[in-house]
């Protein structure tokens, strides 16, 4: 059974930086994508950022220029790098993993971002 764990979240004034990371254990088989969510309060779950097996990434119109996603595959641990964060990045941040035949989620880390 496959696991996810996070850490590197916590309160932060604006303007500084975070970084976030997921560690994976456990049979992990033909991946397809890595990735994290993030679900403000109040708010919907929403995709931050995401690499794909072939290294390819994506991200929200909202954190481009200021989030990078980078991963380690013989570690099986990914990260997320967050500068210049602002009040409305505050929100619980989930890592993601995306495989052909299962889908697992961490089980999320706090990020607060203060005035």
């Known amino acids: 059974q496959v696991q996810l764990v996070e850490s590197g979240g916590g309160l932060v004034q604006a303007g500084g930086s975070l970084r976030l990371s997921c560690a994976a254990s456990?049979?992990?088989?033909?991946?397809?994508?890595m990735g994290w969510y993030r679900q403000p309060p109040g708010k919907q779950r929403e995709l931050v950022a995401g690499?794909?097996?072939?290294?390819?990434?994506n991200y929200a119109d909202s954190v481009k220029g200021r989030f990078t996603i980078s991963r380690d595959y013989p570690k099986n641990t990914w990260n997320l790098q967050m500068n210049n964060l602002k009040p409305e990045d505050t929100a619980v941040y989930y890592c993601?993993?995306?495989?052909?035949?299962?889908?697992?989620w961490g089980q999320g880390t706090q990020v607060t971002v203060s005035s």
């Open positions: 456990g049979s992990i088989f033909r991946i397809r994508s």
């Open positions: 993601n993993l995306d495989t052909y035949t299962t889908t697992v």
């Open positions: 690499i794909t097996n072939g290294g390819i990434t």
